[in-house]
């Protein structure tokens, strides 16, 4: 069975600060790798997806992913207070299904 | 568009008790998903459809029924809800490995 990780945090960072979250997945063969935010009480929204080993870069957020290391990261640039959120990795697997870690919650101060 | 709609937005049943949890989405998807969330637990599948006339277990399936009505439709049953079955539910549909979230149905079972 699939497993992912993540620290739970809360991760808190000041704005205008770099905010890092981290994933780690058990199956080697897995190809496709998410992240979504999840606000309090909102259902998740979909911010990167990313398949190819390295940097990819949406905005202020910057996914990377090392298939040798089995990591998934997410940077998100610039921080501000709407960044304040629980973010979700989640590992794509057969007819898209995903299995989600269980989310880091950020918190940005003002 | 509505997107993804899932009704009933919030349920409380009695241990026993039977209901089913609709999913509708007007975005011509083929493929759609249930999930639970948990508290601590992140997002877990119950069961999801490829396509129209086919479903299959996800990770945790015991205690629920799906059908999969027409493209748009998906239900979610639960014969008889146990406490164990508190949650959130969110229905969700896909096109290109993005997977799109209804609202969620918060579910509570004295």
């Known amino acids: 069975q699939k497993e992912v990780e993540q620290n739970s945090g809360p991760l808190s960072v000041p704005e205008g600060a770099i905010a890092s979250l981290n994933c780690t997945y058990s199956?080697?063969?897995?190809?496709?790798f998410f992240w979504y935010r999840q606000y309090s009480g909102k259902s998740p929204e979909l911010i990167m997806f990313i398949y190819s080993n390295g940097d990819k870069e949406d905005g202020r957020f910057t996914a990377q992913l090392n298939k040798a290391s089995q990591y998934v990261s997410l940077l998100i640039r610039d921080s501000q207070p709407s960044d304040s959120a629980t973010y979700l990795c989640?590992?794509?697997?057969?007819?898209?299904?995903?299995?989600f870690g269980k989310g880091t919650m950020l918190l940005v101060s003002p | 568009n509505a997107g993804v709609t899932q009704t009933p937005k919030f349920q409380v049943l009695k241990t026993g008790q039977s209901m089913t949890l609709q999913c509708a989405q007007d975005m011509n998807h083929n493929s759609m998903y249930w999930y639970r969330q948990d508290p601590g637990m992140g997002l877990r599948l119950i069961y999801y459809?490829?396509?129209?006339?086919?479903?299959d277990k996800g990770e945790v399936p015991n205690g629920y029924n799906v059908s999969r009505l027409n493209k748009r439709e998906f239900s979610l049953r639960l014969e008889s809800a146990a406490p164990s079955q508190t949650s959130v539910y969110f229905c969700a549909s896909s096109v290109d490995n993005e997977q799109f979230f209804g609202p969620g149905t918060r579910l509570t079972v004295l």
């Open positions: 989640a590992v794509g697997g057969g007819y898209s299904t995903l299995t």
């Open positions: 459809s490829a396509s129209e006339g086919t479903t």
């Open positions: 199956d080697r063969g897995s190809q496709s």
